[in-house]
């Protein structure tokens, strides 16, 4: 339940992918693949904004996945309202929260995976303000 070291880079994009999956009830509208597609996006503007990686490393990311047809973005799915607040509510009850903390995947580039914990409740907000459309 709970990977650790290298195991746990797999869990790129989960963080915000489960944070949408709670969003919709873990229902069909929303297959765990796609949540984790969007939450990969997520996680990669998310290391775009703060520095880690190049906005054209997380536009590539996103362009690729709208190329072979997954959703990118929360606004992809019908007839739910995102909410920041929410989402961050969600994301705070990830198994991956240790010590009040929420550990990220985040990526330094494409195939640059690490895990930290070290990033801003303002970051993690304008990331989820923006894919809500707030």
Same mark, same amino acid.
């Given at each position: 339940?709970?990977?650790?070291?290298?195991? !746990?880079?797999?869990?790129?994009?989960?963080?915000? !992918?489960?944070? *949408?999956?709670?969003?919709?009830?873990?229902?069909?509208?929303? *297959?765990?693949?796609? /949540?984790?597609?969007?939450?990969?996006?997520?996680?990669?503007?998310?290391?775009?904004?703060?520095?880690?990686?190049? &906005?054209?490393? /997380?536009?590539?990311?996103? !362009?690729?996945?709208?190329?072979?047809?997954?959703?990118?973005?929360?606004?992809?799915?019908?007839?739910?309202?995102?909410?920041?607040?929410?989402?961050?509510? &969600?994301?705070?009850?990830?198994?991956?929260?240790?010590?009040?903390?929420? &550990?990220?995947? *985040?990526?330094?580039?494409?195939?640059?995976?690490?895990?930290? &914990?070290?990033?801003?409740?303002?970051?993690?907000?304008?990331?989820?303000?923006?894919?809500?459309? !707030?």
């Amino acid at each position: 339940e709970r990977e650790d070291g290298v195991r !746990a880079l797999l869990n790129l994009g989960h963080t915000f !992918a489960h944070a *949408l999956e709670v969003e919709v009830g873990y229902s069909g509208d929303l *297959l765990h693949g796609e /949540a984790v597609a969007i939450g990969i996006v997520m996680a990669f503007d998310l290391s775009a904004k703060i520095g880690l990686c190049s &906005n054209d490393d /997380a536009a590539r990311v996103r !362009a690729h996945f709208k190329s072979i047809g997954l959703r990118t973005d929360p606004s992809d799915i019908q007839n739910i309202e995102w909410t920041t607040d929410r989402l961050l509510q &969600n994301m705070s009850q990830d198994k991956k929260v240790r010590d009040g903390s929420i &550990n990220f995947i *985040l990526a330094r580039g494409i195939g640059e995976a690490f895990i930290t &914990n070290e990033v801003s409740d303002a970051d993690i907000r304008a990331v989820l303000d923006r894919a809500t459309g !707030a």
